[in-house]
């Protein structure tokens, strides 16, 4: 038996953690869900997240986004970081819960490096294509739902929010590099990313979410779905 990878990726403020429970709860009263589980086709649905979807993690996490050295940490010790964190995620948690027939739900995972080291910071995509494949075994999302907002209208909801992390606390147009690291993503591997409008209210973008992730469910479920 083998899961499924549901990864969430965007820009700071799209609203992906929002929308991944949202999908995640949904998603435990969806009947067709229900109908594979019994089946025993789907074991259960977990959410995780990156950095920080396991106790080292946690810790790479606080380093990554609370960190008051007094030197500015170096791009390159900030990719490192981010892979360091994936390598455990998936040896730990993500590949074992594959392996039983997990749904995986994921707030970022390789995209967001691409992103946000590669486009952002200007580090050499192809070294970041190849830490992601060391830190993955491979491993890619079957389906990537892109959150697409733009970059000041996230940050302004982030700021409304509270107090910035080290990330958000780059400056507009280091995220406007990021947002498009995700748009030129979308444009490379449209068999997996699938864009989501995230300007309108929560339950619409909620409802566009499901309705594509049932749409894939039938796809690769279909000679086990009864109508
Ligand atoms: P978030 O969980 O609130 O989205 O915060 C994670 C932050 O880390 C966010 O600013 C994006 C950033 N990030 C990277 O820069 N590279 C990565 O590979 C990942 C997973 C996250």
Redesign the pocket.
Known sequence: MSGKLLVFEGV?GCG??TQLKLLHSALGKSDRLQQLQQQGLISQILAT????GTELGLGL?QL??GYHGGAAMASRA??LL??A??AQHVEELIKPALAKGCWVLC????D??V???GY?RGLDLGLIDQLNQVATGGLVPDLTLWLKLDAATGLARTHQRGAA?R??QADLAFHQR?QGGFEALAAQYPERIVAIDATGAVDAVAAEIFAVVEGYLQQWYAPSLTA
């Open positions: 700071e992906k953690s997240r990156e950095p920080g996490r990554l986004l900030e990719l981010y892979a964190d994936r707030d970022r995972y390789t967001s490096t992103a946000y080291q952002g992390d990330m958000e990021v």
